[in-house]
């Protein structure tokens, strides 16, 4: 596994925005091959693990379909460096990994996953990343591309990466049918917790050694599963909401989002927000924590985290902070700095923990 021993320890890490722009490619794609299906176990059939499909799956099904889906591309497709830098890109993801879809049930729900397992590693024995996406519904489902492109990344470096679509998300092409099943962090969160007990059957995944990573919403996700399941072994919330009270004070879109997704939050504002807030329970998170944040972030304002920052180190719990000077709420151009930094600090934290 590549550890990237030149960031060392620290409580704050500042990087600026004239970080490498070529993750952009990423986003056009990075994949990995799929191999056998995961075999079951007695949790799995808990949960009705079942129906299997590769995430190379639309553009992407096959070399040929992608590479006709470049030469068609009203930039690309007149570039013949573009495509021949398309089938190098092919031909490593299929090479290197391996990327499944599955449905699960939770609650009596069907709920989508996904799994991305490297080919290619040394170890027996894989830590595991569940990442939690952001947004809501089937505006914040993840699509093959946006693994390709966020989450291969990190597999690379020899992590299993699964994770949920959450309950009422389907698709930007396939809606869902019953989109108020999300509920914004509530029951939905079962949907993370769950995968827990799907791990013993991905025959590579190390269930001692499991971290949560979520992203905005997701960061949220991550915080509230690691409070009620003490399996997961660390958290790492990026650009995560951290005070839901103070975000409806500030007013904006986030209250349309909070009445349209959270149950009973017209009757009980104050109680329903709080419990969707870290900064009210933090006491009560055990895990160690990696919090990533851009300081020129307007949805989510740095003083939300400084605040949770504080109140943590005031209590010395576990903490590393990676601040992002001048990065926004999406930090994409920070991409690869964040992949690094959350190798460098998993493979610190595991290593501590199996120590201990």
Request: one cysteine or more; charged letters at 20%.
């Amino acid at each position: 596994m590549v550890r990237n021993t030149f960031l060392k320890d620290r409580k704050s890490l500042k990087i600026g925005l004239n970080a490498s722009l070529g993750l952009i490619l990423l986003l056009c794609g990075f994949v990995f091959p799929v191999s056998s299906h995961p075999q079951s176990s007695a949790t799995a059939q808990a949960h009705d693990l079942r129906n299997f499909r590769s995430c190379f799956d639309g553009n992407f099904a096959s070399q040929k379909i992608y590479l006709s889906f470049i030469a068609n591309h009203p930039k690309l497709g007149s570039q013949p460096e573009a495509i021949k830098q398309a089938e190098q890109r092919y031909q490593y993801w299929r090479s290197h990994f391996e990327c499944q879809w599955f449905d699960y049930t939770v609650d009596g729900i069907t709920v989508t996953g996904f799994a991305v397992t490297p080919l290619k590693f040394s170890e027996q024995k894989l830590p595991v990343v569940v990442f939690n996406h952001g947004g809501n519904a089937d505006i914040g489902a993840i699509k093959s591309q946006y693994i390709y492109g966020k989450l291969f990344p990190l597999a690379a470096r020899g992590y299993i990466v699964i994770g949920s679509q959450y309950r009422g998300n389907g698709n930007r092409e396939q809606p869902h049918s019953n989109p108020l099943l999300d509920e914004f962090g509530g029951r939905d969160v079962n949907d993370v917790n769950a995968l827990l007990d799907l791990l013993p059957s991905f025959e590579h995944a190390d269930p001692t050694r499991v971290a949560l990573w979520g992203i905005s919403r997701g960061g949220m996700m991550a915080y509230l599963a690691a409070r009620q399941e003490p399996r997961f072994s660390a958290v790492i919330a990026q650009s995560a909401p951290t005070d839901l009270l103070a975000a409806r004070e500030r007013g904006g879109f986030i209250t349309d989002v909070f009445a349209r997704w959270i149950p009973q939050y017209q009757q009980n504002p104050e109680q329903v927000l709080a419990e969707r807030s870290v900064i009210q329970w933090s006491d009560e998170l055990t895990q160690p924590l990696l919090i990533i944040h851009g300081t020129a972030d307007k949805r989510i304002p740095i003083a939300d985290v400084d605040r949770l920052v504080a109140q943590l180190r005031q209590r010395q719990h576990p903490l590393v902070e990676m601040r992002i000077e001048g990065g926004d709420h999406g930090l994409s151009r920070s991409d690869r700095q964040i992949v690094e930094q959350i190798d460098y600090w998993l493979g610190q934290t595991f290593s501590a923990q199996q120590r201990e």
